[in-house]
């Protein structure tokens, strides 16, 4: 079962990348995005920030970096309750930018289960000096719907 949550939210995760499910937005802001490491509740990317997510000044776009948090914090939440979670508190602290074509490390940790109540930390750092760019902090609310019911609605 705990292996079956795993690889339902990678599975998850490629078809949003892929642009099969999801908005056209969400494609855009994990465009390139690579998974190194996935276990359950603990989950560790690789990104380039692509031009697509630019500000005008060639920064990447607070908006765009908060829905990359909002997306990866659900799916590693998901890959721990094995439900489908709905954001219940999000906030993004900002510590730095990052450049259109900068290499960044991407961790997202399940770091609290209070019955349908988790909680994330995804935390995204210059690769390199390891930097702090971003933490985002989320507590999500899984419900007794599973990805399969879901979709049949």
Not at 41 to 57: A, C, E, L, Y
Not at 91 to 96: D, E, G, L, M, T
Not at 104 to 123: C, D, Q, Y
């Amino acid at each position: 079962m705990e292996n079956d949550s795993l690889q339902t939210s990678l599975a998850w995760l490629r078809d949003i990348l892929q642009g099969k499910i999801g908005h056209g937005l969400d494609a855009r802001v994990l465009q390139g995005l690579r998974v190194i490491h996935a276990e359950k509740g603990f989950m560790r990317f690789d990104f380039v920030v692509p031009k697509s997510v630019s500000d005008i000044d060639g920064n990447w776009n607070v908006g765009a970096l908060a829905s990359l948090v909002d997306l990866l914090g659900g799916v590693t939440i998901f890959s721990f309750a094995n439900r489908v979670v709905t954001s219940v508190d999000f906030s993004v602290s900002y510590y730095s930018t990052a450049k259109i074509q900068e290499h960044v490390l991407i961790e997202s940790k399940v770091s609290a289960n209070k019955g349908n109540l988790k909680h994330v930390v995804v935390e995204v750092k210059r690769k390199g000096n390891g930097e702090v760019i971003a933490v985002g902090k989320q507590w999500m609310a899984s419900n007794k719907l599973s990805v399969a019911q879901v979709s049949n609605l």
